[in-house]
């Protein structure tokens, strides 16, 4: 997966990392990241795009969940072109990480 990270970003929602003239060709930070469940993220005011593939093994339902402070959004793509994605979770609040994963937004 590929990580980029925009820093002192300007509010707490994602219009603020989009209207950042840095967004999305000069991140502050760049890396890739072995697995995302390990992501942990220790700074105030910054803003962070994650991109990867996810290969279904079967067909069937899939739940997909996030934990973020604030804000976050989450595109699906049917195939490699990013033109297809279409946007499945889209919050609004804070929701933490909990040990119990039926609290949290999907």
């Known amino acids: 997966m590929f990580s980029e990270q925009w820093s002192d970003i300007i509010g707490t929602a994602i219009e603020g990392l989009r209207s ?3 967004f999305p060709n000069n991140a502050t ?3 890739y990241i072995e697995n995302f469940k390990k992501i942990t993220v220790k700074h105030e005011n910054y803003g962070s795009r994650y991109r ?4 279904a093994k079967e067909t069937g339902n899939y739940t997909f969940y996030t934990f973020c402070d604030d804000y976050c959004q989450v595109f699906l793509s049917s195939d490699v072109n990013p033109r297809k994605k279409r946007l499945i979770i889209d919050q609004r609040k804070a929701v933490p990480k909990n040990e119990d994963e039926t609290n949290c937004c999907r």
């Not at 990867?52 to 290969?55: E, P």
Request: charged residues 50%; positive net charge; without cysteine.
């Open 29 to 31: 930070r760049r890396e």
């Open 20 to 22: 950042d003239p840095r």
């Open 52 to 55: 990867s593939y996810f290969l």
